[in-house]
């Protein structure tokens, strides 16, 4: 059976240590073909993107902004989003949608107009 990571985090730091070969050699024996490395963040969005550039034939990029990250989302980041999202292996607009258990960090106001956005962003860009 082959398999798709369809959310991986592999640029955590606790693949720091084994990060090439968890990609190179485990993925593929577990039968993981392919993963789609989420950018949940203006931090997370080019590094995604260079590890899906790194390894293009197992990894695809989807960059967005999960709510929590919200008030991160400034003018000058969505500018540099739509640019990322030009690239080859930007998949997707994703991590994006509405999370209450958040609201401290994003109020529900802010939640709605970030998640519009992304929704306009992913028709505009794809």
């Known amino acids: 059976m082959q398999l798709i990571d369809s959310h991986a985090h592999l640029n955590d730091p606790a693949f720091d240590g084994d990060r090439h070969d968890l990609i190179a050699r485990q993925l593929p024996q577990a039968g ?35 709510p929590e990250y ?24 994703g991590e994006a949608g509405l999370d209450y258990t958040c609201l401290e960090k994003s109020g529900k106001d802010l939640q709605h107009a970030t998640f519009l956005q992304m929704i306009a962003l992913a028709n505009q860009t794809r």
């Open 70 to 93: 919200a008030p991160l989302y400034t003018p000058p980041a969505a500018d540099r989003l739509a640019q990322l999202l030009r690239r080859p292996r930007a998949l997707a607009v």
């Open 32 to 66: 993981v073909t392919a993963s789609i490395e989420i950018g949940c963040g203006p931090e997370e969005w080019e590094p995604a993107l260079a590890l899906a550039e790194k390894y293009p034939q197992q990894i695809a990029a989807v960059l967005g902004v999960h």
